[in-house]
């Protein structure tokens, strides 16, 4: 089956840094990801739509600014939190989907955020 | 705004049982709906995929089921394990095909 995956895992930092995560896709050629985030005991929130060579498109609420996207390849988006804060703390889950697949969407494991 | 709900919140029962997870949505103009799992701390791994224009998928002692115009889908889980402890989660996909609507989960506990 279609295989996604991320990094890092788990990743902790300081107030006010910026954090990058990666999404691949590493047996499929992916020309729409997405970002969600899950807040405990929450369900997933969309984020954002990327399109490979693209802007991605945000969801009501979510700084275009704060939340950089990058698709530069049919198999690796990019997720950078910038000046982040404590209240960024979450678990960011990115999928991608297969092209002719039924719309299918596959999730990577998730990134755990902590921001102290 | 597509809304899904899902019923139970959380289900505890005894190893070897059937048991039904609801999930209903308020958008009936949906591509497809898939049923994921997920274990704490963890990703989503995608059980059933459901077209709009089915009924229901199986896939070993998974069946999901859909109905379209009441907004409604069923997983349905047979002859329950341990292993099948997770939070299992429902999303339809709106009718462009491009954005996943997620319920809240059903939270299972199979007990031995």
């Known amino acids: 089956g279609a295989v996604v995956s991320q990094h890092p895992s788990w990743v902790i930092c300081k107030s006010g840094t910026s954090v990058k995560i990666e999404c691949r896709s590493l047996?499929?050629?992916?020309?729409?990801m997405f970002w969600y985030r899950q807040f405990p005991k929450q369900s997933l929130m969309l984020m954002a739509t990327?399109?490979?060579?693209?802007?991605?498109?945000?969801e009501q609420g979510v700084e275009k600014d704060k939340f950089l996207i990058n698709h530069a390849s049919l198999t690796l988006s990019t997720l950078t939190v910038t000046s982040a804060h404590p209240e960024d703390s979450s678990f960011y889950i990115c999928?991608?989907?297969?092209?002719?697949?039924?719309?299918?969407?596959?999730f990577g494991p998730g990134t755990r955020l902590t921001v102290t | 705004k597509q809304e899904v709900t899902q019923i139970p919140a959380a289900l505890s029962v005894p190893e070897g049982e059937n048991l039904v997870l609801n999930c209903s949505f308020t958008?009936?103009?949906?591509?497809?709906l898939q049923w994921f799992r997920q274990d704490p701390g963890k990703g989503l791994t995608s059980l059933l995929l459901?077209?709009?224009?089915?009924r229901e998928q199986t896939s070993g002692r998974l069946n999901a089921s859909l109905d379209k115009s009441s907004g409604r889908s069923t997983l349905y889980i047979a002859a329950s394990q341990p292993g099948d402890s997770a939070t299992y989660l429902c999303?339809?996909?709106?009718?462009?095909?491009?954005?996943?609507?997620f319920g809240t989960g059903t939270r299972l506990q199979v007990t031995l």
């Open positions: 999928s991608a989907r297969e092209p002719g697949q039924g719309y299918e969407q596959y």
């Open positions: 047996d499929f050629q992916a020309t729409t």
């Open positions: 990327s399109n490979e060579g693209s802007k991605a498109t945000y």
């Open positions: 958008d009936s103009a949906i591509y497809n």
């Open positions: 459901i077209q709009s224009s089915q």
């Open positions: 999303a339809p996909t709106d009718g462009t095909a491009s954005k996943l609507t």
